[in-house]
């Protein structure tokens, strides 16, 4: 990617707008307010401003670290004690701005800063020719200096036009080596503190999917997930945004036969709490650029 000044402004303003909607939409997670309510004012925001969602509005409870969003017709709400992760994507004609926080309903607050922290002390560290697991190895001891453990499988990672996984992952976790920092690149760094395992498994539910192979289907319910899929140009989409019935089946086909990929909720173990900070930066000669500060 050649970063020119179009390039950067659309990355800029996709970041400015996204820290404004995060946290608009983040102060919307209050004890007794609804899931399904707020996730649709926070991506509704998006929208009014003329830009486009990323992805789905992440917001994932206590022990799940990502992947979470709200089910059509989703009755949960948030209550007392909880640990809420809000992570936001804005999209500006392809260019990604993707940042996330966590609110705390309990007392949460040490572990907070773990994830909070972690991200401070490894954006303080980016410039070019740092490695990626050196950030990895930061993001792990701010975290574990405080008494938690550091999402192991989950990492930060590159931002492309229309494209969220992009190079360098970014660890958050100590590894020897890694892509080698450059200037111009874009990347997000997205620390997990968690009082469990370290490790997160898939559940079996999927609110989210993307499309990866471009075939024909036959069920009208494949064809209407694709009417909704195919102009997001490989970016996820969520179930709730496809109208009509039985998208069940239409998914599970779809799925089948490999034309959309799946992402089930990510989570750590029972009665665990994960919490999660993410800001998306550019590279600079002597530094990085955070563009959702």
């Not at 402004?9 to 707008?17: C, I, M, Q, S, V």
């Not at 050196?134 to 990672?157: D, F």
Request: proline share 5%; with cysteine; hydrophobic share 45%.
């Amino acid at each position: 990617m050649i970063m020119d000044d179009v390039v950067y402004d659309a990355y800029r303003e996709a970041g400015a707008l996204a820290r404004k909607v995060l946290h608009q939409g983040a102060g919307l997670v209050k004890e007794g307010a609804g899931l399904l309510e707020m996730v649709e004012a926070t991506e509704a925001m998006v929208m009014e401003e003329g830009a486009l969602l990323a992805f789905p509005l992440n917001v994932s409870f206590n022990e799940a670290a990502a992947h979470d969003t709200a089910m059509p017709g989703d009755e949960r709400v948030f209550s007392r004690g909880d640990l809420i992760k809000v992570d936001l994507g804005v999209l500006i004609d392809g260019y990604i701005a993707d940042t996330a926080m966590t609110v705390d309903l309990g007392d949460h607050a040490p572990l907070v800063e773990a994830s909070a922290g972690a991200l401070e002390a490894a954006i303080a560290a980016v410039r070019p020719g740092v490695t990626a697991g050196e950030l990895g190895a930061i993001i792990q001891a701010t975290i574990e200096e405080r008494g938690y453990r550091p999402v192991a499988n989950l990492t930060g990672h590159g931002l492309d036009r229309y494209n969220l996984h992009a190079r360098p992952t970014i660890p958050n976790v100590a590894m020897s080596g890694g892509a080698v920092i450059e200037e111009g690149m874009v990347f997000a760094i997205e620390p997990f503190a968690t009082t469990g395992s370290g490790r997160i498994s898939e559940a079996a539910r999927v609110e989210i999917y993307r499309q990866i192979a471009a075939r024909p289907a036959r069920l009208p319910s494949a064809k209407r997930i694709l009417e909704v899929a195919r102009p997001r140009r490989g970016l996820p989409f969520a179930r709730r945004w496809v109208p009509g019935d039985k998208v069940e089946i239409g998914l599970a086909t779809l799925v089948r036969t490999g034309i959309l990929h799946p992402f089930p909720v990510l989570h750590d173990i029972p009665d665990s709490f994960v919490s999660q900070a993410e800001h998306t930066l550019i590279v600079t000669a002597d530094g990085c650029e955070v563009t959702t500060r």
